[in-house]
């Protein structure tokens, strides 16, 4: 049982570039969520799905597209890096529940474009 | 204002030493409140979740005050290994959980 996995750990990425990052679970959860941390800021939500083929957006949804095909599998893409862009992403999953969720996170994607 | 916040230390403190974090949150619709431990270049780990009558967690203690919109966390008997930073985190979701994080309390515990 791993838990939520991240691919890849590291990135650097030139401004323009586009790329993905994979977030998997292995413990059949319906919500899932992408996380950008930065200096002095808590953790704001990018992107959130409520199960297979749904998406939502969150606080920080500019920039960023997602998808979830998979109910184990929810992608994170940016097409055309900007420095702003540079952060710790991390993807979390939950049950469900509303008040009484636990999120469990991956171990984050530290970000860096040029 | 920031929706949730916290002092964000750090705090030094020896080993055996009792020590408390404050937290305060600004939207009083907020549903639900945890504490997560976060290690440096790790990820956020639930420590507990906050109840209103109060809940304790072997050496660990949460307190609920929404009266006030406060969260505490007492952790005693601090030991080398609590060293991390604690996020206080509140739930502003209706339809999903939509947490709302703290920039942390930064906790050193020397020996």
């Known amino acids: 049982n791993a838990g939520v996995t991240q691919t890849p750990k590291f990135r650097v990425l030139k401004t323009g570039q586009s790329m993905t990052l994979l977030c998997a679970q292995d413990m059949n959860h319906e919500y899932m969520y992408w996380y950008r941390q930065d200096p002095g800021m808590g953790l704001r939500l990018i992107h959130y799905s409520v199960g297979e083929g749904t998406t939502a957006k969150g606080e920080v949804p500019d920039g960023y597209n997602v998808s979830r095909l998979k109910k184990q599998n929810f992608l994170l893409g940016l097409e055309s890096a900007a420095p702003s862009q540079t952060s710790v992403y991390f993807c979390?999953?939950?049950?469900?529940?509303?008040?009484?969720?636990?999120?469990?996170f991956g171990p984050g994607t530290r970000l860096t474009v040029l | 204002r920031k929706e949730v916040e916290q002092d964000p230390g750090p705090f030094n403190v020896p080993e055996g030493a009792t020590v408390a974090f404050n937290c305060t949150y600004s939207?009083?619709?907020?549903?639900?409140f945890f504490w997560y431990r976060q290690d440096c270049r790790k990820e956020p780990k639930l420590l507990m979740s906050v109840y209103s009558s109060g809940n304790e967690d072997g050496r660990f203690t949460a307190q609920l005050n929404r009266a006030s919109q406060y969260i505490s966390l007492l952790i005693r008997d601090s030991k080398l290994s609590d060293s991390a930073t604690y996020l206080c985190v509140v739930n502003q979701g209706t339809g999903f959980q939509k947490l709302v994080f703290g920039t942390g309390t930064r906790l050193l515990v020397s020996p």
């Open positions: 979390a999953s939950s049950l469900g529940q509303l008040y009484t969720d636990t999120q469990y």
């Open positions: 939207n009083s619709a907020s549903q639900s």
